[in-house]
Every structure is written in C-alpha cells, then in structure tokens.
C-alpha cells in the first residue's frame, strides 16, 4: 500500500503546476483525499480535499478561485491544478487519505504520501 505524491517544481509567480497523488496497492476512490502542505518553519495545513463522492473543499481563502482539486478514477489518482502561484505557496504539497468525509485536520488522516517540494519564485 503506497500512497505517492508528484508534479512539483519551481515556477514564476502567476505560473501553473497540477500535483498528482498516485496510489498502489488500494482505490482512492474508497477515500476522502486531502492535499497538506508545509512551509518553511511553519505548521503542516490542510489545502483542499474531495470527499468519497467527489465534494470539494478549500480551506485557505488564499487558494479558492485559484485551486482547483478533481480526480480521474480510471488512474487511480488525484489532482490538484494549482493556479496564478503567489510565492506564498512555496511548500512541501502532501496528499493523504481518510475514511471519512473531508477535514482539514492533519491527525485524520490516515495514510501520507512523501510530499513533492513546490517552489515559487521570480
């Protein structure tokens, strides 16, 4: 059972990236599926999540309109389309898994990818 994040990478502000979170070994789709991410010297947040029966949320206000999260169920993945980047962004992006409906909270999630490192910058 593997959970695995990707598609980061360092882009100019007002740039674009689409993160993916890959799974083996298990169907996402019997999931809720949150993207984390961590700043420097900062606390772990929650970003978005889609519920098992694809709702979506976004918790920083600073991300909604820009972010968008969706999932392809074929592929067994999970994205996030991240939009008109601000510096602010700069992070590591992680995605994990819950059972239950969608929270933003770190300690419900159960299974965590190893992050993939997003870095805006002019």
């Known amino acids: 059972v593997q959970l695995q994040a990707s598609g980061g990478g360092a882009v100019q502000p007002g740039g674009s990236l689409r993160l993916s979170c890959a799974a083996s070994?298990?169907?996402?789709?019997?999931?809720?599926i949150g993207w984390f991410r961590q700043a420097p010297g900062k606390e772990r947040e929650g970003v978005s999540c889609?519920?098992?029966?694809?709702?979506?949320?976004y918790y920083p206000n600073s991300v909604k309109g820009r972010f968008n999260i969706s999932r392809d169920n074929a592929k067994n993945t999970v994205y996030l389309q991240m939009n008109n980047l601000k510096p602010e962004d700069t992070a590591v992006y992680y995605c994990?898994?819950?059972?239950?409906?969608?929270?933003?909270?770190?300690?419900?999630?159960?299974?965590w990818g190893q992050g993939t490192l997003v870095t805006v910058s002019s």
């Open positions: 889609i519920s098992r029966n694809d709702g979506r949320i």
């Open positions: 070994g298990f169907r996402l789709d019997n999931y809720a």
């Open positions: 994990a898994t819950r059972i239950h409906r969608c929270t933003q909270w770190t300690s419900d999630f159960g299974s």
